[in-house]
């Protein structure tokens, strides 16, 4: 059974840090192109950031600089690195996966074809 399980999530203050971390069975990891992304409660579904198969990476405009996305291919394990932490990035984090060819990264949600069942960050000021 191919799915993602994500882990890392968590209560933090403001200006805290959170490593998530999603695992990828039963998937060809390498030939993967992953992103995270995170919905509050009445908002879309967001970007945060991206990766794909070689490694390149881009990130959404409200976290960047404060976050950082990578991939250990040995262990099939998604990461993102949140830094500064602000109340406006509570949200449920999802990993999401998708076959892919190569760069550059998958940066529109309906892109990806699988999805974790989302992680809990909450950050209070």
């Known amino acids: 059974l191919m799915q993602l399980v994500e882990s890392g999530g968590g209560s933090v203050q403001a200006e805290g840090s959170l490593r998530l971390a999603c695992v990828a069975s039963?998937?060809?990891?390498?030939?993967?192109?992953m992103g995270w992304f995170r919905q509050s409660p009445g908002m879309e579904r967001e970007g945060v950031a991206f990766?794909?198969?070689?490694?390149?990476?881009m990130y959404g405009r409200s976290v960047k600089g404060r976050v950082t996305i990578s991939k250990d291919n040995a262990v099939n394990t998604l990461y993102l690195q949140m830094n500064s932490l602000k109340p406006d990035d509570t949200a449920v984090y999802y990993c999401?996966?998708?076959?892919?060819?190569?760069?550059?990264?998958?940066?529109?949600?309906?892109?990806?074809?699988?999805w974790g069942q989302g992680t809990q960050v909450t950050v209070s000021s």
């Open positions: 999401a996966a998708a076959y892919c060819s190569g760069g550059p990264p998958l940066t529109d949600r309906s892109e990806y074809h699988y």
């Open positions: 039963e998937f060809t990891f390498s030939a993967l192109c």
């Open positions: 990766i794909d198969r070689d490694g390149g990476t």
